[in-house]
T-cell receptor
Framework: SQKIEQNSEALNIQEGKTATLTCNYT??????LQWYRQDPGRGPVFLLL?????KEKRKERLKVTFDTTLKQSLFHITASQPADSATYLC????????????FGTGTQLKVEL | DAGITQSPRYKITETGRQVTLMCHQT?????MFWYRQDLGHGLRLIYY???????DKGEVSDGYVVSRSKTENFPLTLESATRSQTSVYFC???????????FGSGTRLTVV
């Protein structure tokens, strides 16, 4: 069966450190992989998109890697701040899927002072 | 204001009643989507639309109906609400494949 797995346990890190979140998937052939941020009581907010033929994408303090052999994406936030505390969701747009995203359940990140 | 708006923000309804959740976007994005979010399940696709008058079922479409007569509106109707449809519902839009989604603020629906 198809699965998208994100660490269900909250990730707690100290301010200034790099946070690394993992997204693993099985039995998918994603054309795109996307990352979203969701704050309590709000809708998800799009952060980054990476294509199947790209290895890495950066945007300011954010970096996403995509390894289609390992079937894994890593999401990094460098110089993390308390304001980065949120739930982060990965989502796959599978080849032939017609722009439909399938989401993981998310990882909660807490950045402590 | 430009964006994607959902209404109502909160709704309590009784089992068996018909309920319509509204979604409106101002960008003329081709694609629109309805997801529900439940603890332990994450976001699950209910219906999506690639353009006006084109809709298709998602993973959890039973008990729901959509229409899209105009590009900017994508209402979701629960034909006969059940307690299992208690959830937070998110509408989203996307310009095209390869672009991120923009989500609304959500509708928290409680069926009693």
């Amino acid at each position: 069966s198809q699965k998208i797995e994100q660490n269900s346990e909250a990730l707690n890190i100290q301010e200034g450190k790099t946070a690394t979140l993992t997204c693993n998937y099985t039995n998918y052939s994603p054309a795109y992989l996307q990352w979203y941020r969701q704050d309590p009581g709000r809708g998800p907010v799009f952060l980054l998109l990476i294509r199947e033929n790209e290895k890495e994408k950066r945007k300011e303090r954010l970096k996403v890697t995509f390894d289609t052999t390992l079937k894994q994406s890593l999401f990094h936030i460098t110089a993390s701040q308390p304001a980065d505390s949120a739930t982060y969701l990965c989502a796959l747009d599978i080849t032939g899927g017609g722009n439909k995203l399938t989401f993981g359940t998310g990882t909660q990140l807490k950045v402590e002072l | 204001d430009a964006g994607i708006t959902q209404s109502p923000r909160y709704k309590i309804t009784e089992t068996g009643r018909q309920v319509t959740l509204m979604c409106h976007q101002t960008w003329s994005h081709s694609y629109m989507f309805w997801y529900r979010q439940d603890l332990g399940h994450g976001l699950r696709l209910i219906y999506y639309s690639a353009a006006a008058d084109i809709t298709d079922k998602g993973e959890v479409s039973d008990g729901y109906v959509v229409s899209r007569s105009k590009t900017e509106n994508f209402p979701l109707t629960l034909e006969s609400a059940t307690r299992s449809q208690t959830s937070v519902y998110f509408c989203a839009s996307s310009e095209d494949r390869g672009y991120g989604y923009t989500f609304g603020s959500g509708t928290r629906l409680t069926v009693v």
